[in-house]
């Protein structure tokens, strides 16, 4: 507390005025008259004691000196006024308002913040910065490191040591951005021998309204060292509501790359890569253009092995198989499906298995590069297979058919098998009676 000493003369004695005490919740501003209390210490002498004593009074005087007393600190008169938004980034905002002085904050120890809300991960957070800005014509506060597309609600806080007045509150969308990139685990292809069916989903964080996508794609590799995969590229456009294509057209047993993105008016987000290998196909079987053996016994028939086209895998082997008809065929019908013979059944093994078809040989890919007669019931053995000799008076089919295996074709690590094959009916001959 402020104090003053001097001197005041009564009828009795003459007081020394040791200290004059002002009341704490004043402060000096300007010449006015004021009605104070003062508190004195009054030192004089008695006659009894001889000694100094000390009498507190208590006494109200006018004072017209200045300076005078005013009220100190109190509430702020107000908030702060006509808060806005004047710049608006994706990841930031500007806020500018009314500048104050003391007439608003009523004290000269104050400090201002902003405070503002949004939504995180379905969560609303708050946050509070402290605005250093206060004493410009213009003042103003960024707030940074927001999320992109994101409603914030944002006020100021004014304080001082008596209270708080807060402004009103302003609600901003922040700006769009780039999105972020497709989730790679929602991305799925169903693969075929010449097309892929891709489906995707929209990025997790979209920051903004996703306009397109982009996925573009490039053949990588095959198995079948034929293909020329210069090729076999290319990008399409998907809209906003599309998240499905079919790519045709392609190689089978090829490994293709596909990069797909988003897009929102600010541009492309982060690519994601993912790859899939289309199934390769049956080897391309050659054509006959008649069915008559190249000879023919009671026991064997000679037919010509032609080699085959590959189709996403080189062909590995060649494959005879014997089938025995009900009853002889005369003609083949006009239109007829293939069966292919992936299980190989032994010609000892035909009865115990009731089966109608047996291997009758199986020969390397490097044996028939060009075309080569083949004796069916030569009594050999082919790559473990007996090449038994035909019965008399029996009806047989007799099956070509080429095979392609390409280890790790699909994701799972399966082994894929392609079999082509043609169908050359001969029946034996009977023995004379």
Known sequence: ??????????????????????????????????????????????????????????????????????????????????????????????????????????????????????????????????????????????????????????KLVLRNPEGIKESMDVDVLTDEDVPGAVPLQSIQGSTYEEKIALRWSEPVQTYGIIKQYEISYKALSSFDTEFDLTNQSGRVFKFSNETFHMFVGLYPGSTYSFTIRASTIKGFGTPIITQFTTKISAPLMPGYDQETPLNQTDSTVTVLLKPAQSRGAPVSKYQVVVVEEERPRRTRRAVEILRCYPVPIHFQNTTVLNSQYYFTAELPMGDIKTPVPFCIGDNRTYNGYWNAPLLPHKSYSIYYQAVSTANGVSEQGDVGVGIGRRDLSVMTRSHPI
Request: overall charge negative.
């Open 1 to 154: 507390m402020p104090r003053s000493a001097g001197t005041i003369s009564t009828s009795q004695q003459t007081v020394n005025i040791l200290a004059i005490s002002a009341s704490a919740h004043c402060l000096l501003q300007s010449t006015v008259s004021r009605k104070i209390a003062i508190e004195l210490r009054i030192e004089g002498e008695t006659q009894t004691h001889g000694l100094g004593n000390v009498v507190n009074v208590i006494f109200m005087i006018d004072t017209f000196s200045p300076p005078s007393l005013v009220p100190l600190a109190t509430d702020p008169m107000h908030g702060p006024q006509r808060l806005e938004v004047v710049d608006i980034k994706s990841k930031q905002i500007t806020l500018r308002w009314e500048p104050f002085g003391y007439n608003v904050t009523r004290c000269h120890s104050y400090n201002l913040t902003v405070e503002y809300r949004y939504q995180a991960d379905d969560k609303e957070e708050t946050r509070e910065e402290v605005c250093y800005d206060t004493l410009s014509l213009a003042p103003q506060h960024t707030i940074r490191n927001l999320s992109p597309y994101t409603n914030v609600s944002v």
